[in-house]
């Protein structure tokens, strides 16, 4: 619901312009027709209340725009990364690619992590995806060492994970002391 997201926002520091790229409902036809996409309930709501920015200036999280549909690049090129150079573990590359070619990217961020949809796992019931991190820069021994579920609730997966160290306790060094603790920045199309 809005007003879920709107009592979050409501409850954090916000950085950035005022408006940023904020998508309102009547839009989102348009860009599910661009992307060939259902967006999730959920992250309609988002984009009405939040916009594309970073929360504790690391996690970013994208309203439909063409940049987004480039981010979707990151895909393919992650594909053609995994088959030059395949880890020792055949399987557990094949699965990564199965997942990958059935994925939307809807964030990130500094630097290991992709943010997906499995496409595969719409449902009209809840109107949402399965919700996966996915480690992206360097094969590990098995598939959930890169891939990790988060549930199908974007408002949960960014209250619970985006919002505290849950994502850096994916990581070795786990140290989140440089975030800015519950903030979020609105960035400002171009």
């Not at 199965?98 to 809807?106: C, E, S, V, Y």
Request: net charge negative; with cysteine; proline share 3%.
């Amino acid at each position: 619901m809005l007003e879920d997201w709107q009592n979050l926002i409501d409850s954090i520091i916000l950085f950035g312009d005022s408006l940023g790229e904020l998508i309102h409902s009547s839009q989102f036809e348009y860009f599910e027709r661009q992307f060939s996409i259902i967006f999730p309930g959920e992250h309609k709501n988002f984009c009405q209340i939040f916009g594309t920015g970073s929360f504790q200036r690391v996690f970013t999280l994208y309203s439909p725009s063409e940049y987004l549909l480039g981010q979707q690049e990151l895909l393919i090129l992650t594909i053609e990364y995994i088959c030059q150079f395949p880890s020792l573990y055949p399987k557990e590359d094949l699965r990564k690619i199965d997942l990958l070619q059935n994925a939307f990217i809807f964030g990130c961020d500094c630097g290991n992590y992709i943010f997906i949809w499995d496409l595969r796992t719409y449902s009209d019931i809840d109107k949402s995806y399965d919700i996966y991190i996915l480690l992206w820069d360097g094969p590990c021994k098995t598939f959930n060492e890169e891939v990790v579920s988060f549930g199908r609730s974007m408002l949960n997966f960014v209250r619970d994970t985006l919002l505290t160290s849950k994502l850096y306790d994916l990581q070795e060094e786990g140290n989140n002391s440089d975030l800015v603790e519950y903030s979020f920045e609105r960035y400002v199309p171009k």
